[in-house]
């Protein structure tokens, strides 16, 4: 028996997760829906040294925040599913809207690889990415795709792979929000951390930042814990 | 010459615009937020036409506003 493991691929609209869903699954996905919601959700697995690799292809989102179903689904999927590794696809040549998932993604603590797709086109519009330092500022792999010709598939792969057995270069990253905030954050955050089964559920400082934005759907969830 | 702060529903299509602040509730606020559009964003307004969508270019993007929303953005052309 193959080896299992689960990764779900995230991304802004528009930013080419399907076509890395194609380009990984081949013709072995199928399409389905997540039970009572009718946002697209598909799934599909290949073969990767030995390992049998469930994809989760979620709908596009720009944020995580819980304001929109498609959101909702992403980040529930992520939060209680916990996959084994995040494929966050970004779309180059809009790096800057594209960054703003990664963030939040970095902030749930997802085990992340990161996706530079199109990058030929961000390339023509004049746009130089430096690729060696991205991986230092972002704490996680960045692997450069032109996914439309199946380029970087391969480095794709490997990254994912060694992002699951621990082999890649991780570093966390700990967005600071200001001395003000911060004093409220770490608050909660140790408020959390003692509580076995919060912590166990969420990582502590991205709930605690949640709560301090008065998250609707953190709030409703938590709502019996406290 | 002094700058005008208006709404973002009254600037001319071709115009270009720096957004002052939204004067929302707090999801919109943050809605807009997440799409890039926050106070010293400049942006370009590409169509405006009385009934119709408002369309924005901002960060290398467009998006489209409704006017209603429009009337919450207060920029300065």
């Known amino acids: 028996m193959a080896k299992e493991f689960t990764i779900a691929l995230a991304g802004n609209p528009n930013s080419g997760k399907t076509t890395v869903f194609n380009n990984l699954t081949g013709a072995r996905q199928h399409v389905g829906n997540w039970p009572g919601v009718t946002v697209e959700r598909k799934e599909g697995s290949y073969l990767y040294q030995g390992y049998n690799v469930k994809v989760v292809d979620l709908p596009g989102v720009y944020s995580l925040t819980a304001y929109s179903l498609d959101e909702v689904v992403a980040r529930n999927f992520i939060v209680e599913e916990k996959p084994d590794v995040v494929v966050d696809i970004l779309d180059s040549s809009n790096l800057e809207r594209n960054l703003y998932l990664t963030v939040q993604l970095i902030e749930l603590e997802a085990n992340l690889v990161i996706a530079l797709n199109m990058l030929d086109l961000a390339k023509s519009r004049g746009y130089q990415i430096d690729v060696n330092r991205l991986p230092e500022l972002l704490g996680a792999p960045v692997v450069p795709l032109v996914a439309t010709r199946k380029e970087g598939n391969g480095e794709l792969l490997k990254e994912i792979v060694n992002v699951f057995e621990g082999k890649a270069a991780r570093k966390k990253i700990k967005l600071y929000y200001g001395s003000e905030l911060e004093e409220h954050i770490t608050g909660l955050e140790a408020l959390i951390s003692g509580d076995e089964e919060l912590s166990y559920q969420f990582p502590p400082r991205w709930l605690a930042i949640k709560l301090l934005e008065q998250d609707k759907e953190v709030l409703q969830k938590i709502g019996g814990n406290l | ?77």
């Open chain 2, 1 to 77: 010459m002094v700058n005008q702060c208006m709404p973002l529903a009254m600037v001319s299509p071709g115009e270009v615009a720096t957004v002052v602040g939204v004067r929302a509730g707090w999801g919109l606020t943050r809605r807009l937020a997440d799409m890039g559009l926050v106070p010293g964003t400049t942006l370009r307004v590409t169509n405006s036409q009385m009934p119709g969508p408002i369309v924005i270019e901002l960060r290398g993007s467009k998006l489209v506003l409704g006017h209603g929303i429009a009337q919450k953005i207060m920029v300065e052309v």
